[in-house]
C-alpha cells in the first residue's frame, strides 16, 4: 500500500482511468482504488497485463472491472460505459490518460482522432453516469500544453498539436459540467522517465530525454507523476483548471 491518497478518501466512488493497463494509467487507477475506490481499468490491446492489475486490486477488497475498447470507435466506447452502468450503475471519477500518435503504421489523422475526437466523445458517453461532485482529469504534457508559444521537438509536434486540440475542445465544455456540479481538472507534466511516449522520442532524437532532463533539473517517474493525476481527483479545481506538474520555467505561458 502506498499513502499518496489519504486512506478512505474515495471510498463509495467508483473511477474509470482509460488506458490503464500499464503505465501512468495503471499506477493511478491502483492509488485510486487505495484511496477506497472500485475501478474500471480499460486497455486497447493488454489484456493480461489489466486482468492482473484487477486481480491485485480485487485483493484490497475492492471491485475491478476489465474493459478492452478502441476509444477512436464511438460504438466500442458505448459498449464500456454500458458495462460500466450495468455493474456499478454510476461513475465519479473519470480519468482521460490514454493517448498516442507517435505509433506506426496508423493513419495521418490518427492522433487527431484519439487526443482530441475520442476524448471529447469518452466523456459525452460518460456524461450520463456522472453526477454532482464527480470529477473529470486530462491529462497531458508540457510539449502539448505550452505548444501554441514554445516550439516542441518535431518528431512530438503532431501528438503536442492534437493533444492541445484536445484540451481546448474540453476545456469548451467546462461550463456544462460545472453546471451539473462535475469538476474538471488538466494535469499537465513535464516529460516523464519511463513512458512508451519518453521512448519513442528517444529513439527518434537520441539524447531529448537527457537533454530535457539537464535543462529542468529533474524529470517525474511514471509513479510519481500518477500520484499527481490521482491527487487531482480529490483536490480542490484550480480557478484555472489547471494542474502543472514538475518545471515549466522552459515554457512561455500564452
Given at each position: ?10 471510498d ?19 492509488y485510486?482504488a ?29 471491485r ?27 461513475l ?13 503504421g496508423?493513419?495521418?489523422d ?23 461532485g464527480?470529477r ?18 518535431p518528431?512530438?509536434e ?7 486540440a ?5 476545456r ?13 481538472t488538466?494535469?499537465s ?7 512508451i511516449t519518453?521512448t ?16 529542468a533539473?529533474r ?36
Amino acid at each position: 500500500m502506498t499513502d499518496v491518497l489519504p486512506a478512505g478518501s474515495l471510498d463509495g466512488k467508483v473511477a474509470l482511468v482509460t488506458g490503464s493497463s500499464r503505465g501512468i494509467g495503471a499506477d493511478t487507477v491502483r492509488y485510486l482504488a487505495e484511496a477506497g475506490a472500485d475501478v474500471v481499468i480499460n486497455y486497447r490491446n493488454k489484456a493480461p497485463r489489466a486482468e492482473k492489475l484487477a486481480a491485485q486490486l480485487r485483493e484490497l477488497g475492492r471491485r475491478a472491472l476489465v474493459i478492452g475498447a478502441d476509444l477512436t470507435d464511438p460504438s466500442s466506447v458505448a459498449e464500456m460505459f454500458d458495462a460500466v452502468r450495468a455493474e456499478y450503475g454510476r461513475l465519479d471519477v473519470l480519468v482521460l490518460n490514454a493517448s498516442g500518435g507517435m505509433e506506426s503504421g496508423m493513419a495521418e489523422d490518427y492522433a487527431l482522432k484519439l487526443n482530441r475526437d475520442a476524448q471529447l466523445n469518452v466523456l459525452e458517453a460518460a456524461t450520463s453516469l456522472l453526477s454532482d461532485g464527480a470529477r473529470v482529469v486530462f491529462v497531458t504534457s508540457h510539449q502539448a500544453h505550452f505548444i501554441r508559444t514554445t516550439p516542441t521537438m518535431p518528431e512530438y509536434e503532431p501528438v503536442a498539436l492534437s493533444k492541445r486540440a484536445g484540451e481546448d475542445a474540453l476545456r469548451e465544455l467546462i461550463p456544462g459540467l460545472a453546471e451539473k456540479g462535475i469538476g474538471f481538472t488538466v494535469v499537465s507534466g513535464d516529460m516523464i522517465e519511463g513512458t512508451i511516449t519518453a521512448t519513442l522520442l528517444e529513439r527518434a532524437n537520441p539524447g531529448a530525454i537527457a537533454e530535457r532532463r539537464d535543462s529542468a533539473g529533474r524529470l517525474y517517474n511514471v509513479s510519481e507523476f500518477a500520484a499527481e493525476v490521482a491527487k487531482a481527483v480529490i483536490d480542490p479545481v484550480p480557478a484555472d483548471n489547471t494542474r502543472l506538474v514538475g518545471d515549466v520555467s522552459a515554457f512561455a505561458a500564452e
